[in-house]
């Protein structure tokens, strides 16, 4: 006999418990002395996203052993591609800013069945900030749905990289620079609370940079696409995503899309198997 999967509100609950505990772990890091070094790619780590990794890891496991596992401080493994559903993660996203003292680093959580987000937590201890969203669920902010909140006439605040922001402004957008927050997925969901209008993510961020923040704005009515293919797709063989934009505004969509692609160019079409085929 097949046991059912747990539901994705279920896998949420477990999200949401696990991001708590994990946050508790690495806040006892936060601004103190901690040891930190740099990977192959430059990127910086501290001891407090292993320790917060190892953490996680063995609970979440433990919770879902069917579960394949992915995360940005674990060694990749091709099993997760045999699992329907795995866990998506990110300990500490935003390193930089914790190393700096900065409170918007975040721990990031999220299962993926077939390719595609069903459950996720951003969780921001510093803040006490838990965005959290499962499939048909809606999006919350500490527990209450999320709803947009902007001034009124106000341009829209768009952070973006300094190649992106001079195409846009070539291009005659009218916006203003709005903050980078260093955690990629905190930056992502403040679409969704009216704190930023837009978002948008240099080519290379990998599925647990993303997939959290994917469906907490699938579930707010935010627009969240990889600007020359659509929708990202997660738990695949190559990790890596092109250039994507998070939008509140979908008028915002031509002159934003477009700068990314300038900047950041598309696949050639025989990259991408799911449009040769059609």
């Known amino acids: 006999m ?14 949401r418990t696990s991001a708590v505990a994990a946050g508790i772990i690495a806040s006892g890091y936060f601004r103190r002395a901690v040891k930190t070094w740099e990977k192959e790619n430059a990127s910086p780590v501290s001891e407090a996203d292993i320790v917060v990794d190892k953490f996680l890891m063995t609970t979440l496991t433990a919770a ?46 999220a299962v993926v069945e077939d390719g595609v987000p069903i459950a996720g937590v951003v969780y921001a201890p510093a803040r006490d900030e838990m965005y959290d969203a499962f499939s048909g669920g809606g999006a919350r902010l500490n527990g ?16 973006a990289p300094g190649a992106v922001h001079q195409e846009m402004q070539a291009a005659g957008l009218d916006y203003r620079r709005g903050p980078a927050y260093p955690s990629l997925a905190y930056r992502l969901v403040q679409v969704a609370t009216g704190r930023l209008d837009a978002a948008v993510v240099r080519r290379g961020a990998q599925d647990w940079d993303i997939a959290a923040a994917a469906i907490i704005l ?32 979908m008028s915002l969509k031509p002159l934003v899309h477009a700068a990314l692609i300038k900047v950041y160019g598309c696949p ?7 449009l040769s085929m059609s």
């Open 2 to 15: 097949t046991l059912s999967q747990p539901s994705p509100e279920q896998d949420l609950e477990l999200l």
């Open 64 to 109: 879902r052993p069917s579960y394949g596992w992915l995360s940005e401080e674990t060694a990749d493994s091709p099993e997760r591609l045999d699992r329907p559903r795995i866990f998506a993660v990110d300990p500490i996203d935003g390193t930089r800013g914790f190393i700096r003292g900065e409170d918007s680093w975040t721990v990031s959580l």
């Open 144 to 159: 209450r749905p999320i709803a947009r909140s902007r001034r009124a006439g106000a341009p829209p605040l768009i952070p």
């Open 218 to 249: 699938s579930e707010a009515g935010i627009a969240f696409n990889d600007v020359c293919v659509g929708a990202p797709q997660f738990n695949k063989a190559e990790l890596r995503h092109g250039a994507l934009a998070a939008l509140a505004d």
């Open 268 to 274: 050639a079409e025989a990259d991408l198997p799911h």
